[in-house]
């Protein structure tokens, strides 16, 4: 039984569509995937850096505690300098005053580089938010674009399928079951176009019998890939 090579181009055609509808479909979720992935870094981030803002904070203000409570103690050395009972009292009390100095123009030091750092972190809270921010807006946008587009291309596949299924009617009734069990299984690789040398699909080469079999316009499959072949436009015996 003879079949139209036509047909099974145009099959080929809508499997191909299909095929392709179906890679955009998987796309569509990942860019959303993505996005949300990008979004959850952000707000770790963001997290994490005012977390470091908050520890400084507190580590400064602990510092600066300490350092208050030095000056505290200095000064109140200092009123018990003038009324030192002897001169050993007197010299004890200014080697005290003068170790807790340097120690306070040490943590002085540090306090300054804190509060430097303080500065630093809160200009990275500032860009962790807008980076935040705007990984919201990206998403939410990405979002709205791939629940159209997925929404247009489901109503697009249904129809192409629906094309497909009609015109899987007209295939001979002695290839059906054999084409149906490829179509399932391989999609747009259950059909090949071939210019009767090399299979469209896989290369494999065609024997001189399989290439009459196809200029007779008969049902064959590839020997590699197992496809269903249909003759390229314009190749006529040769
Ligand atoms: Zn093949």
Not at 116 to 122: A, F, G, H, T
């Amino acid at each position: 039984m003879s079949v139209d090579f036509g047909l099974l181009r145009t099959l080929h055609r809508m499997h191909r569509q299909l095929a392709d509808i179906d890679q955009r479909l998987r796309k569509g979720p990942l860019q959303v995937k993505i996005a949300t992935q990008n979004e959850a870094s952000f707000a770790g981030e963001l997290d994490a850096t005012k977390l470091r803002q908050k520890e400084n904070r507190l580590a400064t203000d602990r510092k600066q505690m300490t350092m208050n409570e030095r000056d505290a103690k200095v000064q109140d050395m200092q009123a018990k300098l003038n009324a030192a009972g002897s001169n050993k009292e007197f010299q004890l009390l200014k080697d005290r005053i003068a170790a807790d100095q340097q120690a306070s123009s040490v943590l002085a030091d540090e306090i300054f580089e804190m509060l430097e750092r303080q500065d630093k972190i809160d200009a990275d809270v500032v860009v962790a938010t807008e980076n935040l921010e705007k990984s919201k807006i990206d998403k939410k946008r990405i979002t709205e674009k791939v629940t159209l587009e997925m929404k247009a291309l489901r109503v697009e596949r249904q129809r192409i399928a629906e094309e497909l299924a009609e015109s899987e009617k007209k295939l001979p009734m002695d290839v059906k079951t054999d084409y149906r069990r490829r179509a399932d299984a391989k999609g747009e690789d259950a059909l090949a176009e071939t210019d009767a040398i090399t299979c469209g699909n896989c290369q494999v080469h065609l024997t001189a019998q399989m290439k009459a079999s196809l200029l007779m316009k008969q049902i064959l499959f590839c020997q590699g890939c197992g496809a269903l072949y249909y003759l390229k436009e314009g190749v006529t015996a040769y």
